[in-house]
Every structure is written in C-alpha cells, then in structure tokens.
C-alpha cells in the first residue's frame, strides 16, 4: 500500500475517530486536536502499521495512548512541589486542625450509634448501606420489602437522632409553607 492510499484511509478515519475523542475529551475542540495529533501520528509512522489489520483499532490504539500520554504531562507540569525549610502560617494552621483525631472520634462515635440500633434495624440497615438492593435484603430476611424500607428509613432516622451533635447546623430546606 502506498503512503497516500494509508492516508486516504485514516483521513476516512475522521468521524469516527472525532466521536471517539468525545468519549476522552467531553469538549469539541479538545477532541479535535486530539484527531489531529492521532492522524499525524498514524500518518508520520505508517510505516508501522501492518497491511491487513485492523486500520481503526490500530488509530483507536494510538488515540487512547495520545491522550493518556498528554493528560499524564498535564498532570505532571501541573503539580509542582515547593521546597522550602519553613512551613507557612497557613498550611500550619491547617495541618495543626485538621488530624486523623478527629475522624477516629467521628467513626467511634457512628460505631456506637449503628451498635445502639435494634438488630431488626441493623441488620436491613447494614446490608443497605453495604451495596444490597431491596429485595435482596427481604430475600435473606425473609421479609416483605415495603417492611425493609421501612426499617431502613426508621434507622436513618435514630442515627441521626444519635449523631444530632454533627448535624453542624445546616439549615434544612423548607419545601411547604405551614
């Protein structure tokens, strides 16, 4: 195949390789530079590609990595480290506040309100909050499923009760006028 037929049949390429981008870039002109920079690299090593492959799959290939390699160079210049012997105020104030104290408190204190829950509200509870769906949880209780929701509900209910001194005071939104 000569270099201009291989390149007649990237640059057919275009439309689907621009869709594929979107998939990457979620922006217009983010993704067509990204076709730019596939198609020129197909174009500049076509020599590597093998007559009787995939031609899509080897530019989709090329793509993925183009953008793996460019969101890896953005990340790298954009992270930069300050070297410096003094710590300032700031981040001294915050590292000074803000400690894995506080949170081991926090978890103590969500640990001791889950164990204060009755078991017929724990147990839908946990299972819910570990990732099973409702009727699976009626399913192992052997229970109705309205009953599971509403046991779910009632424990959300008593462990905010229990963690009331987290509530932070975040006003509630108001939905009726009374």
């Known amino acids: 195949m000569t270099k201009i037929e291989f390149n007649t049949l990237v640059l057919r390429q275009a439309t689907s390789l621009r869709s594929y981008a979107l998939h990457f870039t979620h ?9 730019q920079d596939t198609m020129l690299k197909a174009i500049t090593y076509y020599n590597k590609f093998k007559e009787g492959t995939n031609l899509k799959g080897w ?26 012997d003094e710590i300032s105020s700031p981040n001294l104030v915050f590292s000074s506040t803000k400690n ?11 640990k001791r309100a889950l164990d204060r829950l009755p078991s017929d509200y724990y147990v839908p509870f ?3 909050f570990e990732g099973h769906k409702y009727h699976e949880i009626a399913d192992h209780l052997t229970i109705p499923i309205g009953t599971v929701k509403t046991r779910i509900h009632v424990a959300r ?9 987290y509530d932070n005071g975040v006003a509630k939104p108001i939905y009726a006028e009374n």
């Open 27 to 35: 922006d217009a002109d983010d993704a067509n530079d990204l076709v």
């Open 59 to 84: 530019l989709y290939t090329i793509m993925k990595n183009t953008f793996i390699n460019n969101y890896r160079r953005f990340v790298k210049m954009s992270t930069f480290v300050t070297k410096s």
């Open 100 to 110: 894995q104290g506080e949170a081991k408190f926090v978890m103590d204190d969500i």
């Open 126 to 128: 946990t299972m819910y």
């Open 157 to 165: 209910k008593l462990l905010k009760k229990n963690l009331k001194a």
